[in-house]
């Protein structure tokens, strides 16, 4: 396994980070019950071969199966005799946790109340990475960053970090954020697969030059790139993709990745999925890539990604079949300032 800075921090955090929407669920559980409704014994078995693996970065949300996620997080580390510091828990705010107008969104009022929620399920006294789960159009940027530094100061929350955030919000957050000296976001997750690369127009840019770390979510496209899937499918049952099709996806393009996925992993010996995660992998942009599993059988099988290097040729191909369609102003850049690339001035002698 290897480990990656968290963002611009000290921090280490695993390459492959353990998801955990599959915790929980159950019978009145809405839409999270398709996505995975894993009981306590279960959770403890697919945690305990993570940790295994080398593994220490997971990823959870109050929102998530309405706080059972959490729970079970919480209560695996503890059955599972893990130090705490041996771990970094990552969970989110923003999502709707009740019926009152003030039950969701990113105000400072709902993320402090929030957090005492979020602490209380996981059973620790400090999360480690505290993201905003997605974009609030009513409640000022400054607000939002407000609360989340009170929370750093009160050692509540050592890092906080973003989803789902357009890239020009991003940015006016670190301006704020270093204007009035708080706590800065370090962390994006974000949507990202070879089959959807629509981040690279914007966001990766921006996260480069900010040096914020970036969280792959759903990189197998909620399963549609697991292999299982294709022109003609029939809907596997059980797959999530059968009855929660997200995130959506342009089908031809993806067919045309499972392709070329499915030949490379043939030559490699080695699974759709796992070639599918090796390309993100590679990317030098990503800090960590997301896993979520039903079984142990399936999280061994992402896991494997890591042991499986693609090669110049491989990425190239791979790169060529996934390529967004030119889109401006992108295709203005290339036109325009084709010919300036990164090099050292040299003035002519004399």
Known sequence: MKYNQLGRTGL????????????????????????????QDEVDAIMGKAIAAGVNFFDTADVYSFGASEERLGQSIKNLGVARKDVVLATKVFGQMGPGPNDRGASRGHIMD?????????????????????NDSVTPIDETLRALDDLVSQGLVRYVGVSNWAAWKIAKALGLSEAK??????TLQAYYTIAGRDLERELVPMLTSEKLGLMVWSPLAGGLLSGKFGPGSNNPEGARRTTFDFPPVEKDRAWACVEAMREIGEAHGTSVARVALAWLLAKPHVMSVIIGAKTVEQLDDNLAAVDLTLTPEEMARLDEVSELPAEYPGWMFGRQGGGRVPAPFKPKAG
């Not at 929030?114 to 997605?134: A, C, M, N, P």
């Not at 000296?181 to 370090?186: D, T």
Request: glycine residues 12%; proline residues 2%.
């Open 114 to 134: 929030s957090v005492k929620t979020s602490l209380e399920r996981l059973q620790t006294d400090h999360i480690d990475l505290y993201q905003i789960h997605g």
């Open 12 to 39: 280490y955090v695993s390459e492959i980070c353990l998801g955990t929407m599959t915790f929980g669920g159950g019978e009145d559980a809405g839409i999270w019950k398709a996505i995975g409704s894993l009981p």
């Open 181 to 186: 000296n708080y706590a800065r976001f370090e």
